[in-house]
C-alpha cells in the first residue's frame, strides 16, 4: 500500500483496465471514471480475472467525456490523472466530429479537473495516429519528433487523436504551467483480454484474420505492443521525474502486416489456421519503421515483442468453433 491516489479515466476501456489492475498490484488507491455506473461490475470481474480479490482500494465515479458533470469530484484529491478515455472505434463514423469533440474535449475537461485538484501530474494516453500519418513511411524511422497532421485527409479517429493531444499541450501552456504532463503514444495495441474487456484493434485484427473475415494483407504495417506493457509505461511516465514535459512512443520493436499476423497464427497455432486467408507478403521496404529508443532509454521500458502480444490475444478468444 502507498498513500498516493491515482484517477484512470475510461475503466470499462481494454487498457483502463489493465492500468487499474497494475496500479493496485502497485497499492495505489484507485479512482476511475465510467460513462454509467451500472457497468461497474464489468470492470470489477476483468480485475478478478487478473488476479485481485479486494476492492477497498478502488471507487468509480460518472463522468462523460461529452459532459462538465463529474470530473471534478472524481479528481478531487488525487496525485495523478491518467486519461485514457477516448472514442476508439472500428468504424469510421460519418461525422468526423463524433470522434473529434468527445476526444478533444474529454482531454480538456480531464485536464482542468485535474488542475483544479492540483494534482502533480497527468499522463495522457494520444496515439501513434498524432505521430505516424503525415510523412511518407518509406526511408522514415518514426520518433517522438514527429506529428501527424490534422489539416491533412487523415480518417476521424487519426485526427482526433491528434487534435487532442494538441489541445492538451495547448493547455498546458497557457493555462497550466505549474501541472505536469506526459503523453503516451502506442501503437496497436494487442495482448491479453481481461475478463470480458476486449477493444477494437484486437477483435479487427486477430479476430478478423483467425475468423478469415480479413482476405487480403492491406496497403500499409502497423506496430503492436502488448496492452501490460502499455499500462506498465504509463505508470513509468507518472512516476519518473524525467517524463514531465515528454510524449513517448509505446511500440514493440518492429512493424507487421496482416500476411505476418496470418502467417504468425499458423505457424503458432496450427489448429486455428483453418479459416486463415493466404496472403501476399508486403515488400520489406514499405515497412513502417517506429523507435522505442526514447522510452527505453528515458523509463527503462521494455516491451515484449509484437509476437507475444499477438498471441496473448488470439490465446484469449475461445476459436473452437475454427478448429481442425
Ligand atoms: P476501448 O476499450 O474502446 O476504450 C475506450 C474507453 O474510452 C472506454 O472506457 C470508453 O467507454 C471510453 N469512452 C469513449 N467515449 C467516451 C465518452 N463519451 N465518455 C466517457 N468515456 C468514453 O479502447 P482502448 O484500446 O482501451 O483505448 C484506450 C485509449 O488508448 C484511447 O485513448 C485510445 O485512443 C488509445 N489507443 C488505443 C490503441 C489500440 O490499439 N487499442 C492504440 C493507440 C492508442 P465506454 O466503455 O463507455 O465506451
Avoid at 498513500?3 to 492500468?19: D, K, S, Y
Avoid at 491533412?152 to 505536469?180: G, H, L, N, R
Avoid at 484486437?202 to 484474420?209: A, E, N, Q, S
Amino acid at each position: 500500500m502507498n498513500n498516493q491516489t491515482v484517477l484512470v479515466t475510461g475503466g470499462t476501456g481494454f487498457l483502463g483496465v489493465n492500468i487499474i489492475l497494475e496500479l493496485l498490484k502497485k497499492g495505489f488507491t484507485v479512482r476511475t471514471t465510467l460513462r454509467t455506473l451500472s457497468r461497474k461490475n464489468e470492470i470489477l470481474d476483468a480485475l478478478t480475472a487478473g488476479g485481485i480479490s479486494t476492492f477497498d482500494q478502488l471507487s468509480f465515479y460518472e463522468a462523460d467525456l461529452l459532459s462538465d458533470n463529474g470530473w471534478d469530484e472524481a479528481a478531487q484529491g488525487c496525485d495523478y490523472v491518467l486519461h485514457v478515455a477516448s472514442p476508439f472505434v472500428a468504424e469510421q463514423p460519418k461525422d468526423e466530429n463524433e470522434l473529434i469533440i468527445p476526444a478533444k474535449e474529454g482531454t480538456l475537461r480531464a485536464l482542468k479537473a485535474a488542475k483544479k485538484a492540483g494534482v502533480k501530474r497527468v499522463v495522457l494516453t494520444s496515439s501513434f495516429a498524432a505521430i505516424g500519418y503525415s510523412i511518407d513511411p518509406r526511408n522514415h524511422v518514426f520518433t517522438e519528433l514527429d506529428w501527424t497532421d490534422e489539416n491533412a485527409p487523415v480518417q476521424a479517429y487519426i485526427k482526433s487523436k491528434t487534435i487532442a493531444e494538441k489541445a492538451a499541450w495547448q493547455f498546458m501552456e497557457d493555462e497550466a504551467p505549474a501541472m505536469e504532463l506526459t503523453v503516451i503514444n502506442p501503437v496497436g495495441i494487442f495482448g491479453p483480454i481481461l475478463g470480458g474487456i476486449s477493444s477494437a484493434s484486437l477483435d479487427t485484427v486477430v479476430k478478423g484474420i483467425v475468423e478469415g473475415h480479413i482476405k487480403e494483407n492491406a496497403p500499409f504495417t502497423f506496430g503492436a505492443v502488448d496492452v501490460r506493457d502499455v499500462a506498465d509505461i504509463h505508470i513509468k511516465a507518472m512516476l519518473h521525474p524525467e517524463a514531465a514535459g515528454q510524449r513517448f512512443l509505446a511500440t514493440s520493436e518492429g512493424a507487421m502486416s496482416f500476411y505476418d499476423v496470418a502467417e504468425l497464427i499458423k505457424k503458432e497455432r496450427p489448429k486455428l489456421a483453418g479459416k486463415i486467408a493466404t496472403m501476399q507478403p508486403t515488400p520489406v521496404e514499405e515497412y513502417t519503421q517506429m523507435s522505442h529508443k526514447k522510452a527505453a532509454e528515458t523509463l527503462g521500458w521494455k516491451p515484449r515483442t509484437r509476437e507475444e502480444a499477438i498471441l496473448a490475444s488470439v490465446d484469449s478468444y475461445n476459436f473452437s468453433n475454427t478448429q481442425n
